[in-house]
């Protein structure tokens, strides 16, 4: 195994002249977007660096609560994120739900795989503990996000079919079983796709990086299986139960329907 | 049967004291926006009133459980929503949704006869014209198992015949099983012909009765 090569900051300037050959198609084509890609780099780049030192004083001195107040951030982070993108659009009741469900269903996970699968030790070992919470609760963020956006549009399109449900003697949670079920599905799909992909169209980010920093690929396969599926745990617990929960907040304590 | 005391809905209803009797056809008439639909929704749970109470055979409606209620007074709706698949799904979609014992098929052929609705159980409900899917889901409401009807409205999508057909059926049936009716219509013909009480309803509030 060769170890890998070093990236000087002349080899990393090199890397902007696609930012240069975006904006100059966009200017080219008068797309009014120069702004943004230039502050995306720049953030991008900034904020890296910033989490890179970061991460080498984590490593450097690991403790327990040092490891927790992250967790809590990334998970106060993708909750925010998540509250963010449906600005106005969620009851309180359902920001609630989305919190508790995104914090119990990405924790068991996490916790599950650290601990039982990858068997770290100690706990809170933040050379796992980060990326791999890093990737369960940015995953989890992203299916609860098209779970909400399903669910809300579902329960707003198909409001009539609802109210007909219930009038015919339906509970809300039968009446919205469909809307459920289907919103489940929806939300999941991407991980599946992803997965059956993997391998084949697209070599997966974690493995990639774990193959160029010289690790044989078996092991770099052997991580990537388990943490695809610790991520599709994640996704679908964190889901269901915000679905599960989150029904009920569409309807009042006489089992009718709220108006939004 | 029912009873409204002092029930105030948003700035829709204003209802002081209102009684629905037991065992009869009442029916309510009035214009467009008076807030017929509103008190159809009123009696069968789907909503609440802002203010006052409505008792239901003596009982507090806000402390009888809204699903069972709605199960007893069974609703058709003034444009009810059709669910995908036949007309035999349709006409089976309360007994799915209460969870009940599915009838016999010659239960639902004599359902479809009596709401005049000349198609097989196997056809798309998608696929029919807007007078078919009322009686259809007249149908529905038909097959429930409950004490008090509420129909909103259940033949203004019907020609003259059809409708006096299926009024005819509908009440007979119902008094023949001892049952309540309380019917929304803006046929005069119908609401004299077949009512033991009238009801009639202008601006939220009752303005007289016959
Ligand atoms: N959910 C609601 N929120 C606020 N206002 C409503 C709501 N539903 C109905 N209304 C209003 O209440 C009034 C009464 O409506 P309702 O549907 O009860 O009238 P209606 O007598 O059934 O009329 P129509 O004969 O046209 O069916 C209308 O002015 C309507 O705009
Ligand atoms: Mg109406």
Redesign the interface.
């Known amino acids: 195994m060769k170890g890998i090569i070093d990236l000087t900051i002349p080899q990393i300037l090199l890397a902007y002249v696609f930012v240069f050959v975006v904006l100059f198609i966009v200017r080219a084509r008068g797309i009014k977007r120069e702004r943004e890609i230039l502050l995306s780099s720049v953030r991008m780049t900034l904020q890296l660096i910033l989490t890179g030192y970061v991460l080498i004083y984590i490593f450097e001195n690991p403790h327990p609560l040092i490891t927790i107040a992250i967790i809590l951030l990334m998970e106060g982070f993708a909750i925010g994120t998540v509250f963010q993108k449906f600005k106005g659009k969620l009851s309180r009741k359902l920001k609630r739900v989305i919190a508790l469900s995104m914090s119990a269903g990405t924790l068991c996970c996490l916790f599950y795989f650290l601990l039982a699968v990858v068997q770290i030790s100690p706990w809170y070992d933040p050379q796992y503990f980060v990326p791999i919470a890093g990737m369960i609760v940015g995953n989890s963020m992203t299916g609860v996000s098209l779970g909400i956006k399903s669910l809300t549009e579902g329960m707003t399109m198909q409001k009539n079919l609802v109210e007909e449900a219930l009038v015919l003697g339906a509970t809300p949670k039968t009446a919205t079983r469909d809307i459920i079920n289907n919103t489940f599905d929806g939300a999941i799909m991407p991980t599946i796709n992803s997965m059956l992909g993997m391998g084949i169209v697209f070599l997966p980010g974690m493995m990639t990086g774990q193959i160029l920093s010289g690790i044989a690929p078996t092991t770099a396969i052997a991580y990537q299986i388990a943490i695809m599926l610790g991520i599709l745990g994640s996704v679908s617990l964190s889901v269901i139960l915000m679905l599960v929960l989150g029904y009920r907040t569409f309807f009042n304590e006489q089992d009718q329907m709220v108006d939004s | 049967m029912f009873e409204f005391r002092d029930v105030l809905y948003k700035d829709i209803l204003d209802l002081p004291d209102l009684e629905i009797q037991a065992g009869i056809v009442t029916t309510l008439v009035g214009p467009s926006g008076s807030g017929k639909s509103t008190i159809l929704r009123l009696l069968?749970?789907?909503?609440?009133p802002t203010s006052g109470k409505i008792f239901f055979e003596g009982k507090d409606l806000?402390e009888i459980?809204?699903?069972e209620h709605?199960?007893s007074v069974?609703?058709l709706?003034q444009?009810?929503?059709m669910?995908s698949g036949t007309v035999g799904d349709n006409l089976l979609?309360?007994f799915r949704?209460?969870?009940r014992p599915l009838p016999e098929e010659t239960e639902l052929q004599e359902t479809l006869y009596n709401v005049h609705l000349n198609k097989s159980l196997a056809s798309s409900a998608m696929e029919l014209s807007g007078g078919e899917k009322q009686r259809l889901a007249l149908g529905?409401?038909l097959l429930?198992d409950a004490t008090v009807f509420l129909f909103d409205e259940p033949s203004s999508a019907l020609d003259e015949d059809t409708e006096r057909f299926v009024i005819e059926r509908l009440t007979g049936q119902a008094k023949e099983k001892g049952k309540t009716i309380v019917l929304v219509t803006h046929s005069k013909a119908v609401a004299e012909t077949y009512s033991d009480e009238i009801v009639e309803i202008a601006g939220g509030k009752v303005k007289g009765r016959k």
């Open positions: 069968n749970k789907m909503t609440s806000a459980p809204s699903v709605r199960r069974a609703m709706t444009s009810p929503a669910f979609a309360g949704f209460q969870q529905r409401v429930m």
